[in-house]
Protein backbone atom coordinates (compact mmCIF):
# COMPACT_ATOMS: atom_id res chain seq x y z
CA UNK A 1 0.00 0.00 0.00
CA UNK A 2 1.44 3.60 -1.20
CA UNK A 3 1.59 6.53 1.60
CA UNK A 4 -1.11 8.29 -0.32
CA UNK A 5 -3.25 4.84 -0.31
CA UNK A 6 -2.87 5.26 3.51
CA UNK A 7 -3.83 8.31 3.94
CA UNK A 8 -6.63 8.19 1.75
CA UNK A 9 -8.15 5.37 4.21
CA UNK A 10 -7.45 7.09 7.25
CA UNK A 11 -9.21 10.26 6.05
CA UNK A 12 -12.35 7.98 4.56
CA UNK A 13 -13.56 7.93 7.63
CA UNK A 14 -12.98 11.30 8.74
CA UNK A 15 -16.01 14.19 8.79
CA UNK A 16 -15.47 17.51 6.97
CA UNK A 17 -18.36 18.60 9.28
CA UNK A 18 -15.73 19.55 12.46
CA UNK A 19 -13.31 21.65 10.21
CA UNK A 20 -16.55 24.34 10.57
CA UNK A 21 -15.92 24.06 14.28
CA UNK A 22 -12.64 24.23 14.47
CA UNK A 23 -12.59 27.21 11.71
CA UNK A 24 -13.95 29.46 14.18
CA UNK A 25 -11.81 29.05 16.96
CA UNK A 26 -9.20 31.31 15.75
CA UNK A 27 -11.18 34.42 14.76
CA UNK A 28 -12.62 33.96 18.33
CA UNK A 29 -9.47 33.70 19.48
CA UNK A 30 -8.27 36.75 18.01
CA UNK A 31 -11.14 38.66 18.99
CA UNK A 32 -10.08 37.74 22.54
CA UNK A 33 -6.69 39.17 22.14
CA UNK A 34 -7.69 42.15 20.62
CA UNK A 35 -9.98 42.68 23.53
CA UNK A 36 -7.90 41.37 26.17
CA UNK A 37 -4.55 44.22 24.63
CA UNK A 38 -2.84 41.24 23.09
CA UNK A 39 -2.63 42.86 20.05
CA UNK A 40 -0.59 45.70 20.36
CA UNK A 41 -1.64 49.26 20.31
CA UNK A 42 -3.42 49.14 17.07
CA UNK A 43 -5.86 45.74 17.49
CA UNK A 44 -8.26 46.94 14.87
CA UNK A 45 -5.43 46.25 12.07
CA UNK A 46 -4.38 43.79 13.63
CA UNK A 47 -7.46 41.52 13.43
CA UNK A 48 -7.83 42.80 9.91
CA UNK A 49 -4.52 41.75 8.49
CA UNK A 50 -4.76 38.65 10.76
CA UNK A 51 -8.65 37.29 8.68
CA UNK A 52 -7.05 38.46 5.74
CA UNK A 53 -4.01 36.16 5.39
CA UNK A 54 -6.11 33.68 6.77
CA UNK A 55 -8.38 33.67 4.64
CA UNK A 56 -5.50 33.67 1.79
CA UNK A 57 -4.14 30.81 2.91
CA UNK A 58 -7.91 28.50 3.07
CA UNK A 59 -8.39 29.97 -0.21
CA UNK A 60 -5.11 28.94 -1.47
CA UNK A 61 -5.56 25.49 0.39
CA UNK A 62 -8.88 24.73 -1.91
CA UNK A 63 -7.21 25.82 -4.82
CA UNK A 64 -4.43 23.02 -4.01
CA UNK A 65 -6.66 20.06 -3.28
CA UNK A 66 -7.20 19.22 -6.64
CA UNK A 67 -3.32 19.01 -7.95
CA UNK A 68 -2.35 17.35 -4.45
CA UNK A 69 -5.27 14.27 -5.89
CA UNK A 70 -3.24 14.20 -9.17
CA UNK A 71 0.38 14.59 -8.31
CA UNK A 72 0.37 12.80 -5.31
CA UNK A 73 -3.08 10.53 -4.97
CA UNK A 74 -3.70 12.49 -1.80
CA UNK A 75 -7.67 12.59 -1.98
CA UNK A 76 -9.03 15.65 -0.30
CA UNK A 77 -11.98 16.13 -2.18
CA UNK A 78 -14.24 16.06 0.62
CA UNK A 79 -12.98 18.59 2.53
CA UNK A 80 -12.77 21.21 -0.19
CA UNK A 81 -15.74 22.73 0.27
CA UNK A 82 -15.99 23.23 3.66
CA UNK A 83 -12.08 25.01 3.15
CA UNK A 84 -13.71 27.27 0.68
CA UNK A 85 -16.76 28.43 3.30
CA UNK A 86 -14.45 29.30 5.51
CA UNK A 87 -12.18 30.99 3.39
CA UNK A 88 -15.27 33.00 2.70
CA UNK A 89 -15.91 33.01 6.32
CA UNK A 90 -12.59 34.90 7.13
CA UNK A 91 -12.53 37.46 4.45
CA UNK A 92 -16.31 38.40 5.09
CA UNK A 93 -15.12 38.80 8.78
CA UNK A 94 -12.03 40.62 7.88
CA UNK A 95 -14.42 42.79 5.53
CA UNK A 96 -16.69 43.91 8.33
CA UNK A 97 -13.77 44.93 10.29
CA UNK A 98 -12.70 46.91 8.26
CA UNK A 99 -16.20 48.47 7.43
CA UNK A 100 -17.63 48.70 11.20
CA UNK A 101 -14.12 48.91 13.36
CA UNK A 102 -11.59 50.71 10.78
CA UNK A 103 -13.26 52.41 8.27
CA UNK A 104 -16.84 53.62 10.29
CA UNK A 105 -18.04 56.09 7.92
CA UNK A 106 -20.24 55.26 5.28
CA UNK A 107 -19.26 58.21 2.97
CA UNK A 108 -15.61 57.04 3.00
CA UNK A 109 -16.07 53.82 2.61
CA UNK A 110 -16.92 54.36 -0.91
CA UNK A 111 -14.12 56.94 -1.32
CA UNK A 112 -11.63 54.10 -0.20
CA UNK A 113 -12.90 51.85 -2.95
CA UNK A 114 -13.03 53.95 -5.32
CA UNK A 115 -9.84 55.67 -4.83
CA UNK A 116 -7.43 52.57 -3.52
CA UNK A 117 -6.83 50.46 -5.92
CA UNK A 118 -5.90 47.66 -3.23
CA UNK A 119 -9.64 47.99 -2.21
CA UNK A 120 -11.14 47.64 -5.37
CA UNK A 121 -9.52 44.55 -6.30
CA UNK A 122 -10.24 43.13 -2.43
CA UNK A 123 -14.14 44.27 -3.26
CA UNK A 124 -14.36 42.80 -6.97
CA UNK A 125 -12.39 39.55 -5.30
CA UNK A 126 -15.33 39.34 -2.68
CA UNK A 127 -18.31 40.27 -4.58
CA UNK A 128 -17.34 37.27 -7.18
CA UNK A 129 -16.82 35.16 -4.07
CA UNK A 130 -20.89 35.91 -3.07
CA UNK A 131 -22.32 32.99 -5.68
CA UNK A 132 -19.82 30.78 -4.84
CA UNK A 133 -20.80 30.74 -1.10
CA UNK A 134 -24.00 30.64 -2.22
CA UNK A 135 -23.97 27.68 -4.49
CA UNK A 136 -21.89 25.30 -2.52
CA UNK A 137 -24.52 22.90 -1.27
CA UNK A 138 -26.14 19.84 -2.83
CA UNK A 139 -28.93 22.29 -3.70
CA UNK A 140 -27.74 24.36 -5.77
CA UNK A 141 -25.59 21.16 -7.91
CA UNK A 142 -29.07 19.72 -8.55
CA UNK A 143 -30.86 23.07 -9.24
CA UNK A 144 -27.68 24.44 -11.63
CA UNK A 145 -26.89 20.75 -13.07
CA UNK A 146 -23.37 19.56 -12.73
CA UNK A 147 -21.90 21.08 -16.13
CA UNK A 148 -23.62 25.42 -15.09
CA UNK A 149 -22.14 24.55 -11.45
CA UNK A 150 -18.59 23.80 -12.31
CA UNK A 151 -18.68 26.52 -14.92
CA UNK A 152 -19.69 29.12 -11.94
CA UNK A 153 -17.23 27.40 -9.60
CA UNK A 154 -14.42 27.88 -12.01
CA UNK A 155 -14.62 31.70 -10.87
CA UNK A 156 -12.49 30.35 -8.41
CA UNK A 157 -9.52 30.67 -11.10
CA UNK A 158 -10.35 34.52 -10.76
CA UNK A 159 -11.28 35.38 -7.09
CA UNK A 160 -8.05 33.77 -5.47
CA UNK A 161 -5.19 35.54 -8.23
CA UNK A 162 -6.66 38.93 -7.12
CA UNK A 163 -6.76 38.07 -3.47
CA UNK A 164 -2.99 37.69 -3.83
CA UNK A 165 -2.67 40.92 -5.75
CA UNK A 166 -4.77 42.75 -3.38
CA UNK A 167 -2.03 41.88 -0.46
CA UNK A 168 0.58 42.42 -3.10
CA UNK A 169 -0.57 46.14 -3.43
CA UNK A 170 -1.75 46.81 0.26
CA UNK A 171 1.64 45.45 1.87
CA UNK A 172 3.88 49.34 2.01
CA UNK A 173 7.89 48.64 0.71
CA UNK A 174 9.18 45.93 -1.14
CA UNK A 175 8.24 42.55 0.80
CA UNK A 176 8.79 39.11 -0.60
CA UNK A 177 5.80 37.03 1.46
CA UNK A 178 2.60 38.36 -0.79
CA UNK A 179 4.79 38.04 -3.24
CA UNK A 180 5.55 34.44 -2.36
CA UNK A 181 1.83 33.32 -2.46
CA UNK A 182 0.73 34.97 -5.63
CA UNK A 183 3.49 32.86 -7.51
CA UNK A 184 2.65 29.71 -5.49
CA UNK A 185 -1.65 30.56 -6.74
CA UNK A 186 -0.54 30.90 -9.99
CA UNK A 187 2.02 28.13 -10.28
CA UNK A 188 -1.44 25.45 -9.04
CA UNK A 189 -3.23 27.42 -11.66
CA UNK A 190 -0.24 26.10 -14.24
CA UNK A 191 -0.80 22.90 -12.75
CA UNK A 192 -4.35 22.40 -13.77
CA UNK A 193 -2.87 22.75 -17.70
CA UNK A 194 -0.49 20.09 -17.01
CA UNK A 195 -2.48 17.44 -19.75
CA UNK A 196 -4.18 14.89 -17.52
CA UNK A 197 -2.68 12.32 -18.82
CA UNK A 198 0.26 13.49 -17.01
CA UNK A 199 -0.84 12.64 -13.08
CA UNK A 200 0.05 10.91 -10.17
CA UNK A 201 3.65 8.99 -10.78
CA UNK A 202 3.48 5.72 -12.73
CA UNK A 203 5.20 4.35 -9.69
CA UNK A 204 2.44 4.53 -7.22
CA UNK A 205 -0.97 3.89 -10.11
CA UNK A 206 -1.55 0.59 -9.26
CA UNK A 207 -0.13 0.72 -5.64
CA UNK A 208 3.29 -0.95 -6.96
CA UNK A 209 6.49 -0.49 -8.44
CA UNK A 210 6.81 -0.77 -12.21
CA UNK A 211 9.24 -2.58 -14.18
CA UNK A 212 11.83 0.08 -15.45
Not at 44 to 69: D, F, N, R, S, Y
Not at 82 to 99: D, N, P, T
Not at 109 to 134: C, E, H, S
Amino acid sequence: MTPSQTINGALRHVPAWPLYILGAVPVAWLFWQGVTGGLGVDPVKAIEHQLGLWGLWLLIAGLAVTPLGRFTGVRLIKFRRAIGLLAFFYILVHLLVWLILDVQIPALIWQDIVKRPYITIGMVAFVLMLPLALTSNNWSVRRLGALRWRKLHRLTYVVVPLGAIHYVMLVKGWQMEPIYYLAAILGLLALRKVPKSIGMPALFARGRPTRP
